[in-house]
């Protein structure tokens, strides 16, 4: 039987004012990719009660009217999808919603929207009952200086994106 043993570091960055610029650009990034996820969701959100409202005044019970209307919510491939054709292109002079999505990590959008769907999903357990704990509350918009600048990147360990200038070897005890 073969075991695999996770470790996990923590690192302490102390970037560069050009590289602190730079990390600082992928987080707005990863903002603005949720916040156009969220709004992609709520819009759908509000034409499905749109069309329950409709349904309602029409004399069908608003029970009825819920389970009738049916508006797909867009997940993370739908957005991704969408995104990239609004997104446009500094190099080619095409404006869109995010024009300078080149300079910055693909994964740093990616998890934005996989982020989006989660707090999406998990509003909507929480308000049908079928999440335990407190209630969560409707997502919320991300704004810089209220959230928390935040991204995250795939790292493979086959194959590293992420290198170390200097190496600390591990504490003694730890197994290899």
């Known amino acids: 039987m073969k075991t695999e043993v996770l470790r996990a570091y923590r690192f302490t960055l102390a970037p560069s004012p050009a590289q602190e610029q730079k990390l600082l650009r992928w987080c707005g990034n990863a903002r603005l990719a949720f916040n156009y996820a969220l709004a992609a969701k709520k819009a759908a959100h509000v034409q499905w009660r749109a069309k329950v409202d409709e349904l309602v005044a029409g004399g069908t019970p608003e029970a009825q009217a819920r ?15 969408v995104f990239n054709a609004e997104r446009g292109d500094t190099r080619e002079g095409v404006e869109g919603v995010c024009p300078r999505w080149h300079e910055v990590n693909s994964y740093v959008f990616q998890s934005a929207f996989i982020d989006a769907d989660r707090a999406w999903k998990n509003w909507l357990e929480s308000f049908t009952g079928k999440r335990a704990g407190r209630r969560v509350g409707h997502p919320r918009f991300k704004k810089r200086g209220r959230a928390r600048d935040s991204f995250r990147l795939h790292h493979d360990v086959k194959k590293p994106g992420i290198h170390l200038t200097t190496h600390r070897p591990p504490a003694a005890g730890l197994v290899r």
């Not at 508006?71 to 739908?78: A, D, E, M, N």
Request: hydrophobic content about 20%; cysteine-free; aromatic content about 0%.
């Open 67 to 81: 389970k009738q209307t049916k508006v797909p919510i867009p997940s993370k491939p739908t957005v991704h999808e």
